[in-house]
């Protein structure tokens, strides 16, 4: 989920950061970043949007 990464990094945090703020382990962030895991549950999804203060669609809809 090369998304996530983007918009991690725009928001300025830190994997860890995301993980404390989500509630989200970061190895769970990691892995959907570098896509080793390429399905998240809509609780994980709705958790890193909070966080990230996103809507979930941002993670599906490229940036333009």
């Known amino acids: ?4 990464a ?3 990094q725009n928001a300025g945090l830190t994997i860890s950061q995301l993980s404390q703020r989500s509630g989200i382990t970061r190895q769970t962030i990691y892995r959907l970043e ?3 895991e390429n399905v998240a549950n809509t609780k994980t ?4 949007a909070d966080a990230l203060g996103v ?3 941002a993670f599906f809809i490229p940036k333009v």
Do not use: I
Request: hydrophobic residues 40%.
């Open 34 to 36: 570098t896509e080793e």
């Open 55 to 57: 809507d979930v669609s």
């Open 45 to 48: 999804l709705c958790a890193l």
């Open 1 to 4: 989920m090369k998304r996530l």
């Open 6 to 8: 983007e918009l991690r």
